[in-house]
Structures are given as structure tokens and as C-alpha cells.
């Protein structure tokens, strides 16, 4: 998005009213940061990251004698394809009948994101360094897109299912692919969960995401004393953000994951490494 307010005029650089309010861009997650820079102008400020990640119902899983956790915490499908196949076909085979194995959306944003995350996993760009190629039908986005769909052809994963997340709270689902954005309110229901990154199956890890961030129209009226104050306003807002995090958002700063307030969220630290990648 701000390539594309920057094109059309809608956003300004941030940098010269930064240094004014005290803004220390140090401060932040860099890979987060990186996001808001384009053609070296820090065209915004971030708060916080949201991205694709899998829910894993630990009741489940222990029933079937499958919570295997690995040193991170989290749910341990191996590191390829096929492994990570074969857990699910493993599952598959021991749930009772009315669970599913995999929910989430199958249109939409979600398996495009997911899709996105796998890709991502190869270590290959979707564009071209100068923007004009792409590379939506090398060979690397057509495995991670056939992994995919082996989800639905196996039957791990139903095609058309409307409210996914309710099955996984109704303890009707296994795994859960959709946002940390759903964190929160799942933790407020009292599910017992793990959240996680999307397995790493290929070279590298990766997830799709984006950023939640406040950025500073032109306004031929506004003052330099009034732009420096909303800055000013927009590096607070970060550094406190663990008000905002309850919904499951990771923080922009790394600061707020050492605050009080952040560490009595649960279930937040095992997929909190996503914003690095």
C-alpha cells in the first residue's frame, strides 16, 4: 500500500520529523521496519505485524498420541513435504470420524496466503528486482501451490467450509490455518492451543504478513510543529503497544515484549519469531 499512496502522492517521508520528535529507529523490529521504507524514505511508522500462522488443538493431538513438540514449543511436522504429509496422514488415520485434520478458508485471502508462506519457504522472489517479471509459474511456486492442494485431494483439508474457526473451537479440527488476529479471542474462549508458524517444509522459514502502521498525508495547512507531534504520537503508540497486541498482533517494537503488561498475554511467544522473517 504505501508503494501505492507514494505513487499517487498520499504519503511523505516521515524521516525529517522523526529525527525532531526523538524517533529511534533502532527501536524497532528491522525486518518490520524495512516494510515501511521505500526508495530510502521511511514512509511510515509500524505498530505491529499480522500474519498467516497454524492453530494446533492440543486435546486433540494428545488424544491421538501426536503432541510431538520440538525445542520451540511447537507442534514438529519434520522439515519436508513429505513429512509433513505424512503427520497429517498419520492423524488422519487416528481421529475419530466427526473431527477434521485441517479448517480454514479454501477461497479468498487465506489459501493465497498460505500459498504465499510456502512459496516464500523456497527462498524465491515473486518479482524481479526491477519489478517488471514475475515469477508466478517457476517451478517453485507451482510445488508449493501442489501441496496445497494435496490438502484437499487427501482429504485433510474440506473445500467450502463456512466459520473454520468455529470447528476448531468446537474441538472438530485438529489444525487451524488463519491469522494471529484470532489469538486473542481464542484465548478469551479458553481454548487450549498452540499458535505457530506455517511448518517450515522447504529451505527457509517464511509467512506471509503485513503491517499495521501511521504514516502522514501531505497537508499544505498542517504545521512542521503539528506533523513532528503526530510522529511523535505514532512512536508512543508503539512503544505501548501491548494494549493492542491483546488481539494477537506481535509488536513492531521489541521493547513491548518485555513489558508486564505483554508477558501476562498468553500464548504468544511461540510464533513470535515470524516478525524476524
Known sequence: RLVEFKEAGLVQDMAPYAEAAGVEWDSFNQNVLNTCIVDNENLAIPLSSYVTIMFANKKLLQEADMLRLNEAGVVDFGNTPEEFIAFLQEYEEKKPDDVYTIVGGTTGDDPYRLWWSFYGQT??????????????????????????????????????????DQAFLADKAAFYVSGNWSVGSMTEAGKDFIAMPIPQVYDQPSA??????????????????????????????????????????IPAKPEVEETEEYKALTNRDTYAEVNSY
Not at 126 to 155: M, P
Not at 235 to 245: R, T, Y
Open 123 to 164: 527462498g524465491e522472489s515473486l518479482l524481479s528486482d526491477d519489478g517488471t517479471t514475475t515469477n508466478i509459474n517457476s517451478e517453485n511456486s507451482k510445488k508449493a501451490l501442489e501441496l496445497i492442494v494435496s490438502l484437499t485431494e487427501k482429504g485433510f483439508w474440506p473445500v467450502g467450509m463456512e466459520n473454520a
Open 208 to 249: 506471509w504478513g503485513g503491517t499495521h502502521v501511521f504514516y502522514l498525508n501531505p497537508r499544505p495547512n498542517q504545521t512542521e510543529e503539528q506533523k513532528i507531534e503526530a510522529v511523535k504520537f505514532a512512536d508512543w503508540m508503539a512503544s505501548n503497544a501491548a494494549e493492542w497486541a491483546k488481539g494477537g498482533h
